[in-house]
């Protein structure tokens, strides 16, 4: 009996290592394999190679307990997941006459014609069980292999995902008495470096045992994932929350939300919950605020519209900053930007006007180099705010990042005003 599982998983096919095709069916077994306790150790992805592929399973068989693989299961010439599985084992390949009649009756059902080299598909390792595939003609095996069991799917998605749900996970609960379940939370932050945050919380990072605490970096954006270990769900949960509240005490300013809550999210339900409207004036950024903010359901509630004033003339004509502004200080400045958001604010008749203007590049505009930005935000005379930053990178990252900051801003904002 296996106790400590551990789980590896392996995507057969070039078109994944040549980017054609995303490698989902990996990150969905390790979701479901998290949901019942089986800690994922490895991924390996390796092409259409007998050698290759004969090659990452005796790695895999090394290393793991349970070895998933999907694809290479098809009926061409180089779809060689078996042959590679039977080069290593040194186990016979059988056609099968049940498999063969079940993947004829599916051609017949479907008014097609099977042709010859689709009888690959119904040899089997006579040791294995067989898993039936109800959505295509490749069918799946569970092959034991010395002290481990090479799970074998087809990788298209569909027929995979059918495959472990209706007939792998109830055979690993039956014959594995599997407990555990393994459940994960991501805490995201805003408004603070992947370094800063691990400095701050390094003394709970390094007595983590369970739940365990990693750091994760996005494109302006930290988060931390919390992983526990229990044997109900309950506890997992109640384990969860103890590290968060703990990490909360620490870096709580910096939370905004859990899991797949994005920004943009955060900042419509702030809006939302003080009964507050928002507009934009945009320029460097083109639309990409207001695209982020009517990317969430239900954004019509607090958001009521953009002008993108990108040229001298389109601020002076459309949104309506003075000439004397433009003429003294120019349109990458602090008092451009505070006369657009509030020009926003006016026009649109909202709380809140947000405003963006900067040099995107490629060259500087007014003495300004490439990547200096303006943000503000304006709700009355006594309540508005304008910062300057400065950003690296290609004209499509800082337009991004622009974006980004903006909403980290915003949402900040929104928080003293509760």
Request: glycine share 8%; proline share 3%; net charge negative.
């Amino acid at each position: 009996m296996i106790k400590n599982f551990q789980a590896e998983i392996i995507g057969v096919g070039t078109e994944l290592l040549l980017g054609q095709i995303s490698n989902t069916n990996a990150q969905w077994i390790s979701d479901q394999l998290a949901r019942v306790g089986i800690s994922v150790y490895h991924h390996q992805v390796v092409g259409d190679n007998l050698t290759r592929t004969r090659d990452a399973f005796a790695l895999a068989a090394n290393r793991s307990d349970i070895i998933f693989v999907t694809g290479g299961l098809g009926p061409t010439d180089d779809d060689l997941t078996r042959e590679a599985l039977q080069l290593l084992t040194g186990k016979e390949l059988v056609e099968s006459e049940t498999v063969l009649a079940t993947i004829q009756a599916y051609f017949s059902k479907s008014n097609r014609t099977m042709t010859e080299n689709n009888r690959k598909q119904a040899r089997i390792f006579p040791d294995a069980v067989v898993i039936p595939n109800h959505s295509g003609t490749a069918p799946g095996m569970i092959v034991p292999y010395q002290e481990s069991y090479f799970i074998l799917m087809p990788g298209v998605p569909n027929e995979m995902k059918k495959m472990m749900e209706d007939s792998v996970l109830p055979y690993l609960g039956e014959n594995f008495a599997l407990k555990d379940v393994i459940k994960s939370k991501m805490m995201r932050f805003i408004g603070i470096g992947e370094s800063q945050l691990e400095t701050l919380v390094r003394e709970l990072i390094d007595k983590q045992n369970n739940p365990t605490i990693a750091p994760l970096a996005t494109d302006g954006e930290v988060a931390l994932r919390i992983t526990a270990k229990a044997n109900t769900n309950l506890l997992a949960d109640q384990l969860i929350e103890q590290t968060e509240n703990e990490l909360k005490d620490i870096v709580g300013d910096y939370y905004y939300g859990a899991d797949q809550m994005t920004i943009n999210e955060a900042v419509c339900s702030l809006l939302k919950t003080q009964g507050l409207t928002l507009s934009a004036a945009e320029s460097l950024t083109g639309g990409k605020f207001a695209d982020a903010i009517v990317s969430i359901p239900g954004a019509s509630t607090v958001f009521e519209g953009s002008i993108v004033s990108y040229t001298p003339n389109a601020k002076q004509s459309v949104l309506g900053v003075s000439n004397k502004t433009i003429e003294d200080f120019g349109v990458v400045s602090e008092w451009c930007a505070l006369e657009m958001a509030k020009q926003a604010k006016s026009k649109f008749d909202t709380d809140i006007g947000i405003s963006f203007t900067g040099v995107a590049g490629p060259d500087s505009l007014e003495n300004n180099q490439v990547g200096t930005v303006y943000i503000s935000m304006y709700q009355t005379e006594s309540n508005h705010v304008t910062k300057c930053f400065h950003f690296s990178k290609n004209r499509e990252m800082i337009r991004e990042r622009s974006v980004k900051k903006g909403l980290e801003l915003l949402y900040n904002w929104l928080k003293k005003i509760q």
